[in-house]
């Protein structure tokens, strides 16, 4: 008695092309074919997912308050010597986010409303990081070191204050991100700052985590 064994790239087949019975499997003179649109559909699921994931890289509620302090971080610290009629902020990111990008500029817009100073926000891709020269605070969205290296470069003269999402920037030209453990707290690099000839308001400090740089 023998067994009908019918391959997993055919069953693949079959529900590509919603077949009803595997009695209408073509011959395996064919299966090189089958194996190959199998992987193609193999491929498109993969795809898929690595877009899903990076659709939701950003957590809505870390955006939330990144929304709220930024502002603060300027008026909070030297910077906001800067401020005249606004605060201008700068959202940096790449492409791939300028979606998110645009979302989280309307967040700080919405949260911001009401204040007794406005909010000018710019929201520029990395390769245009000069637009923000004007800006006392960028934010950065996930990005590589050497791309935030080379817009302080460009920017070395206004030397704005430099938040990031990632806190793993932190010590890559980022002076703030954000600390979690029992609450969540700014995530500062003091060290970089003084550099920077920036420096933040007691009550800041007092709230904040301090970055130090690992030993190699």
Do not use: W
Not at 81 to 99: N, R, W
Not at 138 to 158: E, H, V, Y
Request: proline letters at 3%.
């Amino acid at each position: 008695m023998g067994y009908n064994i019918v391959h997993p790239f055919k069953r693949l087949f079959i529900l590509m092309n919603d077949q009803s019975s595997e009695s209408k499997i073509i011959s395996g003179g064919s299966i090189r074919a089958m194996v190959n649109r199998g992987l193609r559909f193999c491929l498109l699921l993969i795809t898929l997912q690595a877009m899903t994931l990076q659709a939701v890289q950003y957590d809505e509620n870390v955006l939330q308050i990144f929304s709220k302090i930024a502002p603060r971080l300027v008026l909070l610290s030297s910077k906001k010597s800067e401020v005249t009629e606004q605060i201008d902020l700068c959202v940096v990111h790449e492409k791939a986010d300028a979606y998110v990008a645009e979302r989280f500029g309307r967040m700080i817009k919405d949260n911001a409303s009401g204040g007794t100073i406005d909010t000018l926000i710019r929201s520029v891709e990395i390769e245009e990081v000069h637009l923000c020269a004007p800006s006392q605070l960028l934010f950065f969205f996930n990005t590589s070191a050497a791309n935030i290296q080379n817009a302080l470069d460009q920017l070395s003269k206004s030397a704005p204050i430099t938040v990031a999402y990632d806190s793993k920037l932190l010590g890559f030209g980022i002076d703030v991100s954000l600390f979690f453990g029992r609450s969540v707290t700014p995530y500062i690099d003091i060290a970089r700052l003084k550099k920077k000839q920036i420096t933040f308001d007691e009550v800041m400090l007092r709230v904040s985590k301090i970055y130090v740089e690992p030993k190699l």
